[in-house]
């Protein structure tokens, strides 16, 4: 087994007249829970969306789970999976026939058996045979996550999971995907403006800005660094320098 | 181990991973059609959509037909002909909408981020919006055509072998349209959507749906041989008219939507890996 989860090497995205990612290395552990950080513009989107394969790379290679994402794309896909609020599920569709449909895409095998405990496990049995479309926000995000769990990944990539959730389910997630990674040694690396929920769970924090790794590092060692008491201050020190930090590192 | 028994061991290694790598593409398709299952399942206007216009265009044109051949003097318009024709008609016009409109299911939900990055190829994608098609198509169509039986004692069934024939070619050019109109969206996004409704109808004049190809100019009939559903609307005229069966235009036919749906199927290709380099994928509903 590889000892990165996740390997950047020098990648740069342009479009057109815009470089949305200018030269980004860094490395996650397997078995980490890393965020990624950044104000709008960052690079955010078009980083984990290269990282899921969606956007090809200018330049650089990108390495998932010790595969070559642009090479091996399919080798990778169904050993990991995605997960975003800005992503729906098909609105018309059951809640258990959504879950069905992408436990037969992903080639879950005793598919009914694991729908059923995923709904259960997210306190959705009782909306099972109500529409996607027709669910609240909070709802429709755990649904999305058994969805992104079905195929039992060893690489979950979060896009803000907690959004649009009430603390105290956005607390219940939490620990869910926690649990998940201790059980499964997993490796969780999200994008988050929530840095309350980057401090507890992450062990490993990116910093974008302007395209460019400002800074990674631990929480507790970014807090020390920068002399600040939360990550938020820290994440404002960042966006608020004009140049980046820190050259990019492991 | 002796060096032959070691390359048989690996044959038959080989031939297990190739068939087990197809049984998974066969799961991951029928998985596409399973989403689209559950879609008509629960919605009514959807199935009734399905039937309704091949259902309506038929008695409108089995009533113009009846019309014809009572009042027409000097017109030679055989039994059922313009039905069949319509028919017809319609499976080039489903085949190209339901290629197109499995597709824009997936955009109008919002889920194309979730089905780019599950272990589903753009091949498989592609195969299942085909075989989506022809599904529907046979529905829709097929009801449409049991019903002029009782309505008008009309059966295109009676053409036999040679409807399947003509279905076939049919659907394969509406792959050919369906899959441009989906790889234009791809690009254009859904600002192209109506070319969905609208593209198909630049064929209909100049491939002789209701009217023999001779009556064009001479330099757009050039245009109409060059499309397979001229020989299949020439074809159907000779078969209803002569009772023969044109085998040559067949195959004209065959051949051209075989370079037509490679032309198509690589558009799309070209397209996906386009969407892929511009970041296209998440914003194809923009």
Redesign the interface.
């Known amino acids: 087994m590889c000892a990165k989860a996740i390997e950047f090497q020098d990648v740069v995205?342009r479009?057109e007249h815009v470089t949305?990612v200018a030269g980004v290395s860094f490395s996650i552990e397997y078995g980490a829970v890393a965020a990624l950080l950044g104000g709008n513009g960052a690079g955010k989107?078009?980083l984990l969306?290269m990282l899921?394969?969606?956007?090809?790379p200018t330049q650089g290679k990108i390495n998932v789970l010790g595969s070559d994402m642009l090479r091996q794309r399919?080798q990778v896909?169904?050993k990991?999976?995605?997960m975003?609020p800005?992503?729906?599920?098909?609105?018309?569709?059951?809640v258990e026939?959504n879950l069905?449909?992408?436990a037969?895409?992903?080639?879950v095998s005793r598919a009914r058996k694991m729908v059923d405990r995923l709904l259960a496990e997210l306190d959705l049995l009782h909306v099972k045979k109500r529409?996607y479309g027709s669910l609240s926000a909070g709802q429709r995000t755990r649904v999305a996550l058994a969805?992104s769990l079905l195929n039992s990944p060893e690489l979950l990539v979060l896009d803000e999971p907690t959004a649009s959730l009430d603390p105290d389910t956005a607390d219940y997630m939490r620990g869910y995907l926690l649990n998940y990674r201790n059980e499964n040694n997993a490796t969780l690396f999200m994008a988050s403006h929530n840095m309350v929920e980057v401090e507890r769970m992450c062990d490993q924090v990116v910093i974008l800005k302007a395209g460019r790794v400002a800074d990674i590092a631990a929480p507790a060692a970014l807090l020390g660094k920068y002399g600040r008491g939360t990550l938020e201050q820290v994440f404002l020190d960042v966006a608020r320098h004009d140049q980046p930090l820190v050259k990019a590192h492991e | 181990m002796s060096r032959v028994t070691i390359n048989r061991w690996l044959k038959r290694m080989s031939r297990r991973i190739l068939v087990d790598q197809v049984k998974?593409s066969l799961?991951?398709i029928?998985?596409?059609h399973?989403?689209h299952y559950?879609?008509m399942r629960?919605?009514w206007p959807r199935i009734a959509e399905m039937f309704y216009w091949p259902t309506v265009q038929m008695v409108m044109w089995g009533f113009m037909n009846q019309y014809l051949t009572q009042r027409a003097e000097g017109v030679y318009i055989g039994a059922g002909m313009l039905i069949a024709a319509f028919l017809l008609w319609d499976v080039l016009f489903r085949s190209q909408l339901g290629v197109s409109l499995a597709f824009f299911?997936?955009i109008y939900?919002?889920?194309l981020?979730?089905?780019?990055?599950?272990?589903?190829?753009p091949q498989e994608l592609v195969l299942s919006l085909l075989s989506i098609a022809v599904l529907r198509t046979g529905l829709g169509v097929g009801v449409a055509a049991w019903l002029a039986i009782p309505f008008y004692g009309f059966s295109i069934f009676d053409l036999g072998w040679a409807l399947v024939a003509f279905f076939c070619n049919l659907i394969f050019f509406g792959w050919a349209i369906g899959l441009a109109v989906v790889s234009m969206v791809m690009r254009y996004g859904m600002g192209a959507e109506s070319l969905a409704w609208a593209l198909v109808f630049v064929f209909a004049p100049i491939t002789g749906v209701y009217y023999p190809i001779s009556v064009l100019p001479q330099w757009l009939q050039y245009i109409s041989w060059c499309l397979p559903p001229t020989y299949v609307f020439e074809g159907l005229r000779e078969l209803i008219g002569m009772h023969t069966v044109n085998m040559m235009f067949l195959s004209y036919a065959l051949v051209l939507n075989l370079v037509y749906v490679a032309i198509a199927a690589a558009l799309f290709l070209v397209a996906f890996?386009a969407a892929?380099?511009?970041?296209l994928?998440?914003q194809i509903g923009e």
Request: net charge positive; glycine share 8%; proline share 4%.
């Open positions: 995205k479009y949305a989107t078009t969306s899921l394969g969606l956007v090809t399919y896909l169904p990991i999976s995605f975003s800005y992503v729906e599920l098909p609105f018309r569709l059951t026939q069905t449909f992408y037969q895409l992903y080639g529409t969805k | 998974q799961l991951r029928f998985a596409i399973r989403r559950y879609l629960g919605s299911e997936e939900s919002r889920n981020g979730y089905l780019f990055v599950s272990p589903l190829r890996r892929r380099q511009r970041g994928l998440l």
